[in-house]
Structure formats: structure tokens, C-alpha cells
């Protein structure tokens, strides 16, 4: 049953505020000019959204608080938390919702002010086990990543490729917050924030707003972009603290994109482009395992010698990522719109030629949730 969503709903604008120089704004005017932008980008009257799907660390009732900001009267709201991956998971509700027809023009938004705004620890990311003074969200990513070292034998150069390949991308993205040249021996030798993660190890803390547009499909070609088609998505999580992880080195992201594969009817062998929630550096090799791009134990080799880097095999965060274009606390909506934008074919230097199907992984709290979605152009349907 599930199934039948494939390619049943499709993405027909995408909005993206700048990244820095906001100072001043508040989350919500963030936001409003990502969804600006993205009604310009579909061509829309506001007053056409019926479904809103959004979530933050700022507020409990955002879908409430959106509707009124933009004067909506939607018929369906979701604002289902689930951290970073919270936008992907909109999109898959969205998708549904879509399908039943409970609402016609679906929007998903974030705004933040994390970096220039007055930032307080986020409820959700308080556990018992604050007890022993974890500096969280980077001390349980760190565990992950030396257990991943210890069983596996990655090293603390393999995690800076990771790094250094996302570097590389953010220098061909004029919108990328960090676009200076970098190297493994300068990741390595970073300041150490918690060991093995150093500075450069860690995602920014940056300022920006983000929206999307989604549609049923047979309405997805009456807009003046290409459609931007939903083919499969899975959702899992196995754990909320780090301490119940099953395993440190296997996250849920292994059944999610199972998931999304079956339902695209596709492979990893077949994706141009990936895009993956990329908060530390250790999540990239993680994700890539997990997602079937590599065995297990396997990425620290895979990331190596520029294979994820511009002119690799597998173009991976083609924006930059988290770690050198953007990151305002929840990030999954923006990883969606690099893939959207890179099968529209919009991205200029760092577009990759003739991508038609794009994977996203979405990654929320301590590794814990995990949403996969694959897109794919018109041709993949």
C-alpha cells in the first residue's frame, strides 16, 4: 500500500535565504523569506497553500504560529519533531497527505537565527544521562566515531576527508559559508573539541531559512520549474539516547533507506548524488555504510582519495554540507533542496552532469532518527 505513493507528489519550488550577514532577524523572519522565495520559484499566491509542515527548537505549536504569520487557513498541519530529520520526515507526510487529498499545495519551512541569535540548549536534547556532563550533540557523535575506529580501524584522517571533500564542494557553491581551501593535516590538527572530533570535525552554527513547495504529480507540470518527483522514502529510528544505541557503528539510516529504496524501485548503484546530514564527520561514513553505498566497516576507505570530492565517483553534500555551506540547527531541509536543485539541473560550478536521481538521509537527535528519500526527474518515473 505504501508503495503507491511513488512518484505521486513532486517538489515545484524551493526557496534558500543567504547564509551570513542576518543579524537581527528573528527565526521567523528568516523563515518568511525562504517561503517567499520559494512561492516566487513556483509561481504561486501564498493563499494557495492548504498543508504546512514545520517544526523547530523555538516553539511547540509551529504549524499554529506559521498559519498566522502568513494569514493561511491550512487544511492539514504536521509539526511532528524529530530534529534534523524533521523535514525530510515533513516531506513524507507531506507526500501522504498529497495523496489522500487532504491538502493540495503542501509547504515545509525552517527558519533560524542560531548563529547570531541568543541560542538556549534545546529540551529535547536534555537526557538522564546528563548526569555524567556530556557536551552534547558532539559527545555521543564522538562515541560513535571511536567505536568506529576501534572496530573497524578508521582513522582520524579518513574523517577528515570527509571534511576536505565537502570543502571542496562549499568552493564551487557561491552561496557556501566556507569556501577557503582546506586540507586533512589542518583537520587533524584542529583544536580538539571531543575526542576524536575536532573543530573542523564539527558542522557550522550559522543563520538561514529554507522552504519547499510540493504538489501531486499530475499537477506538477503546470509550474515554471521541472518537477522534482518523490520516489521513495523510509523512516526509522532504534533509540533516543546514545547510551540505548544498539550498536555505534549501525544506525537506523540502514532500514530507512532500505525503505526508500524499495519503494523507488531503484538501487544505490543507480543514484548521481547524495546528500547526507553531515553534522560531524563520522555521520558521512555512517550514512554512506548504512545506505548500502559501502560494506560496513568500509567507509573511512570509501571517502578516501577524493571519491565523495568533486570529480569522484559519488558526489556526496554537493553544497558543501553542514560542514562548510550551512547548518542552523536542523538541517534536513536544506540537504532536500541541493538535490532538488541538483536535478533541475541549477547549480552551476558544482552541478553534476546529467543527475536524475538523487539520494537525501536525514538524521535527527544522537543518530537516532533517520529519513531517507530518494528524488528523481521526470524520465525516473
Known amino acids: 500500500m505504501v ?32 517561503v517567499e522565495k520559494a512561492i516566487a520559484d513556483a509561481g504561486i499566491h501564498k493563499n494557495e497553500i492548504d498543508g504546512i509542515f514545520s517544526a523547530n527548537f523555538v516553539e511547540l505549536l509551529t504549524p499554529l ?38 491538502c493540495n499545495v503542501a509547504l515545509i519551512c525552517y527558519g533560524s537565527n542560531s548563529a547570531t541569535g541568543k541560542f538556549t540548549h534545546p529540551p529535547a536534547m536534555r537526557t538522564v544521562e546528563d548526569v555524567y556532563k556530556p557536551r552534547n550533540p558532539i559527545s555521543p557523535y564522538a562515541l560513535a566515531a571511536n567505536r568506529h575506529m576501534h572496530e573497524f580501524g578508521t582513522t582520524k584522517e579518513q574523517l577528515a576527508e570527509v571534511a576536505v571533500s565537502a570543502r571542496q564542494w562549499a568552493q564551487l557553491n557561491p552561496a557556501a559559508t566556507m569556501r577557503d581551501p582546506l586540507t586533512i593535516e589542518e583537520v587533524v590538527n584542529a583544536r580538539m573539541i571531543v575526542d576524536p572530533l ?34 521513495g522514502v523510509g523512516s526509522r529510528t532504534d533509540h533516543n539516547i546514545i547510551s540505548a544505541m544498539p550498536d555505534l557503528t549501525v544506525t537506523p539510516a540502514r532500514e530507512a533507506a532500505a525503505a526508500a529504496f524499495a519503494m523507488a524501485g531503484v538501487t544505490p548503484a543507480d543514484i548521481d548524488v547524495v546528500e547526507l546530514y553531515d553534522a560531524f564527520t563520522i555521520n558521512t561514513i555512517l550514512f554512506l555504510e548504512d545506505m548500502g553505498f559501502c560494506d560496513k566497516g568500509e567507509g573511512g576507505n570509501f571517502v578516501s582519495n577524493g571519491n565523495i570530492a568533486p570529480g569522484g565517483s559519488l558526489p556526496v553534500n ?9 547548518h542552523p540547527g536542523m538541517y534536513g531541509m536544506f540537504l532536500m533542496i541541493e538535490a532538488v536543485q541538483q536535478l533541475r539541473g541549477e547549480c552551476g560550478d558544482r552541478q553534476v552532469k546529467g543527475a536524475k536521481l538523487a539520494a537525501c538521509n536525514g538524521n535527527g537527535g544522537f543518530l537516532a532518527s533517520q529519513v531517507t528519500a530518494i528524488f528523481g526527474t521526470e524520465e525516473t518515473l
Open 3 to 34: 508503495a503507491s505513493i511513488r512518484g505521486s507528489s513532486a517538489v515545484v519550488g524551493v526557496g534558500l535565504t543567504n547564509f551570513h550577514g542576518l543579524p537581527g532577524m528573528n527565526h521567523m523572519e528568516i523563515m518568511a523569506q525562504a
Open 65 to 102: 504560529t506559521i498559519a498566522e504569520y502568513f494569514g493561511l487557513n491550512p487544511t492539514f498541519m504536521d509539526g511532528t519533531n524529530t530534529g534534523g530529520s524533521v523535514f525530510v520526515n515533513s516531506m513524507q507526510s507531506a507526500a501522504a497527505a498529497l495523496h489522500l487529498g487532504l
Open 198 to 231: 575536532g573543530l573542523l570535525d564539527c558542522c557550522l552554527v550559522s543563520d538561514g531559512g529554507a522552504a519547499m513547495i510540493m504538489v501531486r504529480s499530475d499537477r506538477a507540470k503546470d509550474f515554471p520549474k521541472p518537477p522534482v518527483y518523490m520516489l
Open 318 to 326: 554537493t553544497n558543501g554540507g553542514g560542514l562548510s555551506c550551512v
